[in-house]
């Protein structure tokens, strides 16, 4: 299939497309389009930064002249089972709320569901680390379950080259692709279905983006660091910055509990105070797109935007945004109940790393440290777990009920360093345990995932206390149940 080199600015002011087509230099900053040498020499003719569009509509009408495939695109309509679980992204909330807003979409079977994803990675290895590259990526949601997720099926739209992520500013690289999800969602003509035999008007809709937290916010244009850190609570986040860690702490989470739920009436444990507020509403599509043009200043195209002012802690006026995401140039984006989601894998692999860095004390790892335990002074929760910095510097803290004994992580390291696991499973885990260490080195994302799932909750169940090892244990089926219902 054929693609397009399209050039643009190394600052991510403009593409080179359209009314800038024959501009030789930036109009927003005014560096040259071409590539400068060592010597400050132009060459002309090469671009300073390329950006590869990979067209998906020809590659869609590819997919419905295949008689095996066009058959898979309709299996959610044919083949799918109705039961009223959630086996499918076509038992959501969103491809029902489509379905009863545009009935002329939802009654074509053939009209396809999409998803976005993107995230930076380093394409030489360990050879440069200051290089991201960014490919976006559509996903078919109107194939089987097995089918989704097939190299096959996941279409490489875009590819961002680096050195430099693109940040807040991918919304310059996603105008192509805004552009062709515009065309589908009005109908493109003379689309042949080798099924039927007949040419038809073939729609699509995105659902929603697939992201790390980090993507998330670039792509979404909500703040994901600092005092409204979260894009749901936005200005109702209300954390606390740990003065001697140097962290902002979310710790009213308890509002999501349950309203008689016991913790919320914990005091000591948590922040000294009891928990009494209920969780806050997410903002609809169309309260947060009034919002966003009520208090995020509008640019004009190609002028380029300031950089972020940060308010100090007094002023509470904070923003909860940095831009108005360019997916709102869609008309319906405005009215999909979800419209960015967090990755499972990338969760779960924090979550991963923490855990085991505390229980195995990596250091650089663990979220148990002089720091920490000076914070839980400061706020006057869990005395026993106060540091005394009267003492020898090896006993100033506290052993915890999750610290574990050289024994028992010689134990715990052993167990990872004798299991067996199927082919294909993860990577072997006996050969990411170092024994001399006493810790776990290079665990990928499908390795956190069989860990936290599967391994994990067998390793530590000698050598962690009762309350310590059934919390863990309860957060591993809870990721498993989680990880069962996608």
């Given at each position: 299939m054929n693609y397009t080199k399209i050039h643009a600015c190394p600052n991510d002011c403009i593409l080179y497309r359209k009314q800038y087509a024959d501009e030789m230099c930036c109009p927003t900053c005014g560096i040259s389009r071409w590539e400068v040498c060592k010597n400050k020499k132009e060459r002309e003719g090469v671009p300073a930064k390329v950006l590869w569009y990979f067209p998906p509509i020809p590659r869609f009408k590819r997919m419905f002249q295949s008689i095996e495939t066009s058959k898979s695109l309709t299996w959610h309509a044919t083949n799918r089972n109705k039961d009223g679980l959630i086996r499918h992204p076509a038992d959501s909330t969103s491809w029902k709320l489509v379905d009863d807003k545009w009935p002329d979409f939802g009654s074509e079977p053939r009209n396809l569901r999409l998803a976005l994803s993107s995230d930076g990675?380093?394409?030489?290895?360990?050879?440069?680390?200051?290089?991201?590259?960014?490919?976006?990526?559509?996903v078919t949601y109107n194939l089987p379950p097995w089918l989704v997720m097939k190299r096959k099926h996941m279409m490489l739209t875009l590819l961002i080259s680096g050195p430099k992520q693109p940040g807040n500013d991918i919304d310059v690289y996603l105008e192509p692709l805004i552009d062709d999800l515009k065309l589908l969602w009005e109908g493109v003509n003379g689309v042949y279905d080798a099924i039927k035999n007949e040419n038809f008007t073939l729609r699509a809709l995105l659902f929603w983006t697939i992201n790390d937290f980090p993507a998330y916010g670039n792509l979404s244009g909500s703040i994901v660091k600092g005092y409204n850190a979260c894009p749901i609570c936005l200005d109702k986040t209300e954390p606390t910055r740990l003065v001697h860690g140097g962290k902002m702490a979310y710790t009213i989470h308890r509002r999501f509990l349950g309203r008689h739920h016991p913790y919320r009436k914990l005091r000591a444990a948590f922040n000294n105070q009891p928990e009494h507020a209920t969780a806050p509403v997410p903002l609809s599509g169309e309260e947060l797109l009034r919002r966003l043009e009520e208090e995020v200043p509008q640019w004009p195209f190609g002028k380029k935007k300031p950089p972020p002012t940060y308010r100090g802690a007094e002023d509470e006026t904070r923003p909860c945004w940095k831009k108005k995401s360019i997916f709102f140039e869609l008309e319906y984006w405005k009215y999909l109940p979800v419209r960015h989601c967090l990755d499972v894998m990338h969760i779960e692999k924090n979550v991963c790393d923490s855990l085991i860095g505390t229980l195995l004390n990596i250091p650089g790892k663990t979220k148990d440290g002089l720091k920490t335990r000076l914070d839980l002074a400061e706020m006057g929760i869990r005395q026993q777990l106060h540091p005394n910095?009267?003492?020898?510097?090896?006993?100033?803290?506290?052993?915890?009920?999750?610290?574990?004994?050289?024994?028992?992580?010689?134990?715990?390291?052993?167990?990872?360093?004798?299991?067996?696991?199927?082919?294909?499973?993860?990577?072997?885990?006996?050969?990411?345990?170092?024994m001399d260490d006493l810790r776990l080195t290079g665990l990928k994302s499908h390795d956190c995932h069989a860990l936290m799932q599967q391994l994990l909750p067998i390793a530590i169940?000698?050598?962690?206390?009762?309350?310590?090892?059934?919390a863990v244990i309860r957060l591993c089926l809870f990721l498993m149940k989680f990880a069962a219902r996608l």
């Open positions: 990675f380093n394409p030489h290895s360990s050879l440069s680390s200051k290089y991201s590259c960014w490919p976006v990526i559509l910095l009267d003492g020898p510097k090896k006993k100033r803290l506290p052993l915890a009920s999750w610290n574990l004994t050289v024994d028992e992580k010689k134990c715990m390291c052993g167990s990872f360093h004798g299991m067996k696991v199927p082919e294909n499973y993860c990577s072997n885990i006996s050969s990411l345990v170092s169940r000698g050598v962690l206390e009762k309350p310590v090892r059934v």
